[in-house]
């Protein structure tokens, strides 16, 4: 009897989990999903989706505004990516090679800080430094370079807590082996380190990328005039009203980055199966042809 | 030889140099000093057609005096109408800028709160489901954050409008008879705030729950404890690490959140955010917007201090 109730519980138990993770996940996939079927209606209607028809991506490709600020936000999300990987490197390799030097503690709280300070924070307080500059050398004007030096600020914190985990994890013995062969330490860091850390790398840039395509808040206050992002423009329209060319531009993003990942996830089971095939391969090597000494 | 081995450490030294100063200079340019500018900025006059970036310094010869200017600040906390000008008067916290960090820090308890009603199960359930189908489950919590923020927040928009799909289902179901403004109030804000601040929760809670032994639980249930106490008095407190970072991983971006009270917020829910944002481009008064952010800083620093007290703790505590 009591073996049966607690069998109930249990049932009860599993059949709860399901069903609070399926309606979490409908929480979170509803906006998506609106989003893709709205692109498709025939009339701005929000509400009633009144029939199937492509006009809104035609909106979208004939708004001059969305497709600039298209290129623009690519271009600022590649350099923001790519600098943010190199600053994030020379962070993650300070906090987890150099342990001992004057101001670590100052270093570590400024990496970090970015991660948990309001956006509306650091655009307000570079915006101030940037004026400043600009003041007194009478260079950057507002615009491109200022938002990118603002996304990369907070790009490189993510980026080094992405490579700064992966960096501890790399076996130390591997560099200290490339060094008593004789490499000098700038090649042992691009010949073993590197290539160790390269899908922590790959990660970072994605995030950071992601982060900078994303961004708005920063965008907001650096931007100058004439110059505007994606988002930008996407918010200034959020602003005004319903605008399904947005929901256009949504559904195109989406599909481009769950191609984006679907390949990444591809890619990287046909690395692990290869890796697996690999050392499956070494250890049957190794049985067929004993080592002469140990047998000895 | 030893000149050359003396060379090499010199070399080393220097590329060791190099790599700490790269950072280093970079965070201390863009990160550190807009915080000294903000700071001295909040400080200086307001007044019309003044200078802000103006030197603080006046030297005149023989004698100099530093301008400092506490007005901002006093404005943010009272009513210079009603109130005595420049002193604690009768209009301490009637400002619109109070009221503004009271509605932010309420919003930004209530999205933490709900997060962690959401969350918690939603992580408890990832971190017992089957191993074999844990990555693909966390994959799609992940997923739409890779999906642009801003989108994601306007299709709310859409959901949530008078004659938004929620209301038309709702009223095709019989459920209401007339549609409920639910866009435009703090129901559509919350709801805003809770979707996009939810997998912050989640994942800190799950990488917690998921490395808990949960032979624990067994073993209080043979010693008689029910399911649901064993929950309270084992699975709660093992997991408050992770319901303390994911609490600060929500609460602080929410206090200074811009976007979605402008998207989906009413009229009467200013937070601070946007009061700065006003401050700043609207009325052009950048030493009050400034001294408005410094007073966030401190309001968020206070959790951040809680927080680190809390992790460094619990990071001893692995050590021993």
């Given at each position: ?15 709860l ?12 996939y509803?906006p998506?999903?609106f989003l ?9 209607q ?6 199937f028809s ?18 623009l936000?690519?271009k ?7 600098l ?6 020379f962070?993650?390799f ?14 570590y709280?400024?990496v ?11 655009g307000l307080s570079l915006?101030?430094?940037m ?15 200022t ?17 700064q ?5 790399v076996?130390?013995?591997?560099e ?21 850390i390269?899908p922590?790398?790959v ?8 982060l ?7 965008s ?28 256009a531009a949504?559904t195109?993003?989406?599909?481009a ?9 591809v890619?990287m089971l ?8 690999e050392?499956?391969?070494?250890t ?8 002469p000494a140990?047998a000895? | ?17 190099f790599v ?10 863009f990160?550190?000093?807009p ?13 019309n057609g003044?200078?802000?970036?103006a030197p603080l ?7 100099w ?8 600040y006093?404005?943010?906390?009272s ?7 420049g ?7 009637n ?13 930004a ?10 969350g918690?199960p939603?992580?408890y359930?990832?971190?017992r489901s ?5 990555p693909?489950l ?16 306007y299709?709310?928009?859409g959901?949530?409008?008078d ?11 019989g ?15 919350l709801v ?7 997998p912050?929760m ?13 032979r ?6 043979d ?6 106490k064993?929950f ?11 319901i303390?970072?994911?609490s ?6 929410s ?5 979605i009270?402008s998207l ?12 700065v ?14 001294a ?10 206070v ?18």
């Amino acid at each position: 009897m009591k073996s049966q109730t607690n069998l109930l519980l249990r049932f009860a138990e599993n059949n709860l989990g399901r069903l609070w993770l399926g309606l979490v996940y409908l929480f979170l996939y509803i906006p998506l999903f609106f989003l893709i079927i709205f692109s498709f209606n025939s009339t701005r209607q929000d509400g009633v989706f009144t029939g199937f028809s492509l006009r809104w991506y035609q909106a979208l490709l004939s708004d001059s505004r969305l497709v600039e600020g298209f290129f623009l936000s690519l271009k600022v999300a590649l350099i923001t990516g790519t600098l943010s990987v190199v600053l994030g490197c020379f962070a993650a390799f300070v906090l987890v090679r150099y342990l001992r030097f004057t101001g670590r503690t100052l270093f570590y709280g400024m990496v970090n800080a970015p991660l948990v300070m309001p956006e509306v924070i650091i655009g307000l307080s570079l915006l101030l430094l940037m004026v400043a500059v600009q003041r007194t050398l009478g260079w950057p004007d507002r615009g491109f370079i200022t938002i990118v030096t603002g996304h990369t600020l907070l790009g490189m914190a993510y980026a080094t807590v992405v490579i700064q985990s992966r960096l501890s994890e790399v076996d130390r013995s591997l560099e200290e082996a490339a060094m008593d062969l004789g490499c000098r330490p700038v090649q042992v860091f691009f010949l073993v380190t590197l290539p160790n850390i390269a899908p922590a790398l790959v990660s970072a840039w994605l995030l950071t990328f992601t982060l900078s395509f994303d961004d708005v808040v920063i965008s907001e206050f650096l931007s100058g005039p004439g110059v505007t992002t994606l988002p930008q423009v996407i918010f200034s329209y959020a602003r005004r009203g319903v605008n399904p060319s947005i929901y256009a531009a949504a559904t195109l993003l989406i599909a481009a980055v769950s191609l984006g990942i679907i390949t990444y996830s591809v890619l990287m089971l046909r690395r692990q199966k290869r890796l697996d095939r690999e050392i499956s391969a070494a250890t049957r090597s190794e049985q067929a042809f004993p080592d002469p000494a140990a047998a000895g | 030889m030893k000149v050359s081995s003396w060379f090499q450490g010199f070399l080393f030294n220097l590329g060791r140099r190099f790599v700490i100063g790269v950072p280093y200079v970079w965070l201390l340019l863009f990160f550190v000093l807009p915080f000294l500018i903000l700071l001295r900025i909040s400080v200086t006059d307001m007044g019309n057609g003044v200078d802000p970036f103006a030197p603080l310094i006046d030297a005149m010869p023989g004698s100099w005096r530093i301008k400092l200017r506490h007005e901002n600040y006093f404005s943010i906390f009272s009513d210079a109408a009603q109130g005595a000008v420049g002193g604690l008067g009768g209009g301490f916290g009637n400002t619109i800028y109070m009221e503004a960090y009271a509605i932010s820090l309420k919003y930004a308890l209530l999205t933490t709160l709900s997060c962690l009603l959401i969350g918690y199960p939603f992580a408890y359930f990832l971190a017992r489901s089957r191993p074999s189908v844990r990555p693909a489950l966390l994959m799609l919590v992940m997923l739409p954050f890779w999906t642009s923020f801003l989108l994601r927040v306007y299709a709310w928009k859409g959901i949530l409008a008078d004659q938004g799909v929620l209301n038309n289902l709702l009223l095709a179901l019989g459920i209401i008879q007339e549609p409920v403004v639910m866009l435009y109030t703090n129901v559509s804000m919350l709801v805003g705030m809770t979707y996009v601040y939810c997998p912050f929760m989640i994942l800190p809670l799950y990488a917690n729950l998921v490395k808990m032994d949960f032979r624990l639980l067994e073993a209080a249930h043979d010693l008689g404890a029910s399911r649901w106490k064993a929950f309270w008095l084992i699975t709660v407190p093992l997991s408050k690490s992770g319901i303390i970072a994911g609490s600060m991983l929500v609460f602080i971006p929410s206090v200074g959140e811009f976007v979605i009270p402008s998207l989906l917020g009413g009229a009467e829910n200013i937070m601070i955010g946007r009061v700065v944002w006003d401050e700043m481009f609207s009325s052009n008064n950048w030493p009050r917007a400034a001294a408005l952010a410094v007073v966030m800083i401190v309001l968020i620093l206070v959790p951040l201090a809680f927080y680190y007290r809390a992790s460094s703790g619990r990071g001893a505590h692995a050590e021993s």
